[in-house]
Every structure is written in C-alpha cells, then in structure tokens.
C-alpha cells in the first residue's frame, strides 16, 4: 500500500488593508487568527503586509499589528496581491483603488458611495487589469445580496428589489412605533448606541440607503443606474402622529430602497428610489426590527426571495468582506475571475413620476352628505382607483379626517389627483400622503 503524496504548500498571497476603523480591525483579527482555515479554502496563505491609516499615532486595538502600521496608503495598495478598501467615502479610495487595479491586484471593498458614484470606471479598470473586483460588504453587512444578484440569480429576470438597507433609520422608526419615542428622541438613543453617527445626515436624510439602492438596480436589471438616478427621501418629517396613524390602518413605516422594473403600455425603464413608506404589518419586512436589514426580491421563476441579517456592525460586515477575500485568493490560485459588469439591457431610468404603488392619502374634509363622493370623483377623474376609506377623527364641529388607501397607480396620475382634491370646495387640507408598499 502506497501513501498519499504529501500535499504541496499553499501559495502564499499578500493582502493590504486600507483602512483599519471597525470594519477593518475586525477583517485584520480575523484573517490573522483564523490564517489556517482561510489557507484551507482559498487554497493560498493570506499575509498581510500592510496596514494603511491617516493616523498612525492613534490608539488601535491589539488585534493591528503595530509593525504594518503605515500612513503610506498608495505603497500598501500597489505592493500586494488582494487589496481591501475599508476606508470610505470617494477620495483618496477612488485613487487608491485605480492605483491597485493598475498594480495587478484584485481588490475588495465595503465603500458603497465609491461604488455607486464610480463602479463603472472601476469595472472596467479591473477588466483591463484582469483582477477581481468584489464588493458583498457595500449592501446590508453580512446578507450576501450582491452574489445572490451577481451570480445565484444570473439565470432570471428580476421584476423588483424591496429592502431595508439602512439598519440605523430602522432602529429609529422602530424604536419611534414600539416606544413611542420622538424622531429626536430616537435619533438620540442611536447615537448613544453607535447606530448614528455625530452626523446622522447620510442615515436618516437616505444617502447610503440610496447609494446601496443604486447598486442593487445595477445588478438586478443589468443597467447602470447612479446616485443621481434615485429619487430620495428621508425620515426626518417622520411624527408620532405619522406613527400612530400608520398603526391604526394595520401598517409599520419603514424606510425602503425600492429598485421596480416596469414594462407595460404606458414606459419600459427601471424605478429606483428610497423612502418611507408604510408596510403593511402581515409584510415580511415590517416584522424587521431594531438595526436588522431586510431585502426581498422578486424573480419571474424563482418568485419571492427574502434575505435578512446584520447590516452593520464590524463583524457582520467582515464577514461579508472576507467572503470576497476567499474567492479572490482562489481565483488567484486556481484561475477564474469575478463576474464583470453586466450592462446589456441599457433599460432606460424612469422619473419618479412613473413609480407605480399604492399611497395612503390623509384628507380634512367636511363632515356633510356628499364629500366623500366628491373626494372618489376627483380620484377617479385621475385615473387612480381607491382601495379602502377610514374616517380616522373629527375635527371640531364641522370637519372630519379621512383616510384613504388607493390600489396601486402612478406617481403621476396620484399627484395630480391631490392636486386636484387641494382645490375642492369640500377639501379642508391635503393632511398627509404617504406611499404603501408591499402587498
């Protein structure tokens, strides 16, 4: 009986790290303490050579080694195999990022706003480098949305994408409909939690949920779609009364980054937008709590899809960068490649007129015989078809709050239909008008 030959060492692959904040001293432990295991799946011994920080002064916890410390962030991302771009924002990232394509390395991020501002520019620098360009951690943390769009679903059409992306504006409104907080109140309570940043704007005013929502259409519907493509609303207007009245129609209000596919008589394009909206409570995503993320996606042969987890925080989205650090190592061992930007349908980008939903729209009106017909007629002169109406409260004497509910319709025909009932005689105020998502 002969013995197995004695298996050959693995290759050894460098990796620099720019960026060594939460996300990115975490990614550095792990890959330090667990170097066996990722030896055993990548096929290759992952040594990190450098560690680049604006600061290098700065206390760091022990789990950096103080000796690959540097502040030469170009040298650690044009001297290694794999590079992780851990730093955020758009510069120096973009630079640095170009920097090691051009070098010849494959390269990793979790920077949603480069992604969404330059991932074209960046695709096709990789392609002419021939590395691997991987980027799970940009969307919700340690859910793998971007290889289930990538890669699992590369052999449907995906009708639509509907998540919370956001885990910090989810806490607040949860945190608003399950205790009654305030929106400051509740911004607050984040920020001592380390949800919200000192700067809460690009959470709660919906830029990171949109930079993510701009990704996720790219991927779904094979077009490039940028930031400047979404239509984006935050959470800041969000009241008490806005909870409490969403509530009593049975709905949670979360903050949602929508991506919709629309092909019908009347536009063909792609819908991207990020906004509240109210969930109806038997919807999946409105059973989402805390900082937790959600994303559903809809396909014409798989159907409905739900992925849920951890969207933030330094050892979720570790998780999710170290994924690509495996299959970029392994590809550097045993050939292949990441998949390239897929464009090919070039859909058009449609305005936020052409969103097709439901919308949940609050009216003062006069509490007489006759104004709840005269408010169904200005609907159903628009075009939009009215699914339920609750009398929520008097008002005074004379007045009633009344709430309406329509089936699903266009932005625009909804629009101009408020805009009509604001110039009825029966038509005290337009109170509110929020949209209904989900089924």
Do not use: W
Request: glycine share 8%.
């Amino acid at each position: 009986m002969t013995e197995n030959p004695q298996r050959p060492e693995p290759r050894t692959l460098t990796v620099g790290v720019l960026g060594a904040g939460t996300v990115g001293t975490q990614v550095i432990r792990l890959l330090t303490t667990q170097s066996q295991d990722f030896a055993a799946r990548s096929g290759a011994r992952l040594e990190i050579t450098g560690i680049a920080v604006r600061n290098t002064s700065a206390p760091r916890d022990p789990a950096v080694p103080a000796e690959l410390v540097t502040d030469d962030a170009l040298s650690v991302a044009t001297s290694n195999d794999l590079v992780i771009e851990l730093i955020g924002g758009i510069e120096p990232a973009r630079s640095l990022v170009l920097a090691a394509f051009k070098a010849g390395a494959s390269v990793i991020s979790g920077n949603k706003a480069l992604i969404a501002a330059h991932g074209p520019e960046l695709y096709d620098a990789a392609a002419e480098a021939g590395t691997d360009f991987y980027y799970e951690a940009a969307v919700a943390g340690a859910i793998p949305v971007v290889y289930a769009l990538r890669e699992s679903m590369a052999g449907d059409q995906i009708t639509s994408v509907l998540g919370i992306v956001n885990g910090t504006t989810n806490y607040i409104l949860d945190e608003m409909s399950t205790k009654g907080l305030s929106f400051e109140q509740a911004l607050a309570t984040a920020q001592e939690l380390g949800y919200a940043e000192a700067d809460p704007t690009a959470d709660v005013d919906g830029f990171d949920a949109a930079a993510k929502a701009a990704i996720i259409a790219s991927l779904a519907f094979h077009t490039r779609v940028g930031l400047e493509d979404v239509t984006v609303e935050g959470i800041r207007d969000i009241t008490g009364e806005d909870i409490r009245e969403a509530h009593a129609s049975g709905c949670e209000i979360k903050l949602l980054a929508i991506a919709q596919r629309r092909e019908d008589d009347h536009a063909r394009g792609i819908s991207v937008r990020v906004h509240p909206a109210l969930v109806p409570a038997h919807h999946p995503l409105a059973a989402v709590h805390g900082a937790f993320n959600a994303v559903l996606v809809e396909a014409e042969a798989a159907g409905q899809l739900m992925f849920y987890g951890q969207g933030a925080g330094g050892a979720p989205t570790a998780s999710a960068v170290l994924s690509d650090v495996v299959a970029a190592a392994a590809h550097r061992v045993h050939g292949g490649q990441a998949p390239r930007e897929s464009i090919y349908r070039d859909l058009p980008i449609l305005g936020p007129e052409s969103a097709i939903t439901r919308h949940q729209v609050q009216l003062k009106v006069a509490d007489a015989p006759g104004s709840l017909a005269q408010v169904a007629g200005v609907f159903a002169d628009n075009g939009v078809s009215i699914d339920s109406v609750r009398q929520s409260a008097y008002v005074g004497g004379s007045d009633a709050i009344v709430t309406i509910v329509t089936h699903p319709a266009s932005v625009f025909h909804l629009d101009a239909a408020v805009a009509s009932l604001a110039n009825q005689e029966r038509v005290r105020e337009v109170v509110s008008v929020r949209r209904v998502e989900g089924q």
